[in-house]
C-alpha cells in the first residue's frame, strides 16, 4: 500500500515510516519541522540526537534500500495539502501532523490559539483535500484517550447505548478534555465522523494512550533513532521521570500521584497503526480505536522507574510536587480496547522491559540531558492566563532560542 504519514519528522512518524517500510509499504512524508522549533522555543532538544531530515532520508536509503517521498510544507496551507493529495492519491493517510502537547497548549493564549487553530485546521484541509483529489482514501486519524477524560464509568471504544426517558440510541461517548490540546482533538474527531457521513469518506479515529520507548526493531543504526523528548512541555511523564532519575533530580508524580492512564510501547503503537491501515472500513465508516495496553497511575510509573534507576546505582527521591495541572488526581479509569485485537494486535512489550532500555539510551546520552537540566521541573500551570515569563526565566540566555522568523530558510531544518 502506499501511505502518506503527515507529520513524519516526529516522535511516531518517523518510526512509523521505517515499520510501514519493513513491511513492503512504500511511504510518502509531510512536515513543516515545527516541533523542533518549538522543543527549542522552551529551550529544550532530544535526548537523543536527531540528523536533520535530508540526512535521514539519506540513511534510510543507506541501511534499507528504501527511498520515501517527501513533501515539505504546512497543512494550514490548503493549496499544498491539496496538490500533495492530488499527487499521490494514497491508499491511507496517518495523520500526526499536529501540535501534541497539553502544557505546551496551556502557556497562554497564543498558544492555546495556534494549537487549536493548526490542529482543527489542518484535519480539515485534509478531509477537503481526500473529497477533492483522493475520496477513496482510508484517513487513520491521531485522536487521544485524554478525549474522554477521567469519568467514573467504563469508556466504551467511541460510541455507547444509550437509554434516556424510555428511548434509546447508540451514541458517541461524552468528551471531557483537560487542555486546550486535548479539546482540539475532541473537535478533530467531530470534523472527521462529520466528513465520513456528508462525504462517504473512511476513517479511523485512534485514541491513543501515552507512547513509551525510543526504540523499535527497525531503529538499527543511530541515524535512524527516534526524538526522546524530557522538558516539561514535551516530555511525558514517564519520559520526564527516566530522564530526572538520570540527572539526580526528584521524580516527579504531580499531587496524589494516583492519576491513571493507559499506555503503549512504541513499537505496539506502530503495529496497531499498521493494522488500521491494513484493514481499513467501508466508504462511509467512522471507525474508533482506543489504543493502549494497559493503565498505570504515574506513582506507579515513579515506583518502577525507581527501582530501576536502583538497579543502575542511581538513588533518586521521589517528590510530589503540586500538581500544575487542574485534573482528577484519584479517580476510576477503565477503557475498553477491544477493537484492535479483533485485528489480530497483540502486545510484544513489556513496560519494565522498555524501561530499562530507555535507561541505557539515556545514559549514553546523559551529556544531552546535563545539558538541558533547567528544562525538566514544571513552570507551566494550568490556572495561570499566562506562563510565558515563568517558562522563560529559567532558559539560561546563551540557550535562549533566536527571535521567530517569518520565512524558515528552505533547504535545512533547526537542529533537534
Ligand atoms: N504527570 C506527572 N508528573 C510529571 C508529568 C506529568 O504526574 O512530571 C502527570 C500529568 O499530570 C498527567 C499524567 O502524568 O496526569 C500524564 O501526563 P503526560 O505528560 O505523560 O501525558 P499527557 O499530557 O496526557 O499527553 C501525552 C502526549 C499526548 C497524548 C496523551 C495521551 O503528550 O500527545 O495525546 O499523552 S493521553 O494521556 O491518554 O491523553
Known sequence: MKVLITGIDGYSGWPLALHLLSRGHSVVGLDNFVTRRRVREVGSWSATPIPAFPRRLAAVKELLGKEIEFHRGDMTDYPFVRQVLAEERPDAIVHLAEQRSAPYSMIDVDHAVATQVENITGTLHLVYAMRECSPETHLVKMGTMGEYGTPNVDIPEGFFDVEFRGRKDRLPFPRQASSWYHWSKVFDSGDVMFATKVWKLRATDVMQGV??????????????????????????????????????????????????????????????????????????????????????????????????????????????????????????????????????????????????????????????????????????????????????????????????????????????
Open 211 to 416: 507512547i513509551y520507548g525510543i526504540r523499535t526493531p527497525e531503529i538499527t543504526d543511530d541515524r535512524l533513532l527516534t526524538r526522546f523528548d524530557f522538558d516539561e512541555t514535551w516530555g511525558t511523564a514517564l519520559n520526564r521521570f527516566i530522564a530526572q532519575a538520570v540527572l539526580g533530580l526528584p521524580i516527579t508524580p504531580y499531587g496524589k500521584g494516583e492519576q491513571r492512564r493507559g499506555f503503549i510501547a512504541l513499537e505496539d503503537s506502530m503495529q496497531s497503526l499498521r493494522l488500521a491501515v491494513e484493514n481499513p472500513p467501508s466508504a462511509g465508516e467512522y471507525r474508533v480505536f482506543n489504543q493502549f495496553d494497559q493503565a498505570y497511575s504515574v506513582n506507579e510509573l515513579a515506583q518502577l522507574v525507581h527501582r530501576v534507576a536502583g538497579e543502575l546505582g542511581l538513588s533518586p527521591t521521589i517528590d510530589h510536587p503540586p500538581d500544575p495541572r487542574v485534573e482528577a488526581e484519584q479517580h476510576y479509569y477503565l477503557p475498553l480496547h477491544d477493537n484492535l485485537l479483533a485485528l489480530g494486535y497483540q502486545r510484544t512489550r513489556a513496560l519494565e522491559d522498555v524501561v530499562r532500555e530507555i535507561f541505557r539510551d539515556l545514559l549514553r546520552f546523559r551529556r544531552r540531558l546535563e545539558a538541558r537540566r533547567y528544562v525538566v521541573m514544571p513552570t507551566v500551570q494550568w490556572r495561570s492566563a499566562d506562563s510565558r515569563p515563568a517558562l522563560s526565566a529559567r532558559i539560561p540566555p546563551a540557550q535562549k532560542p533566536p527571535p521567530p522568523q517569518s520565512s524558515e530558510p528552505a533547504s535545512e531544518e533547526p537542529p533537534a
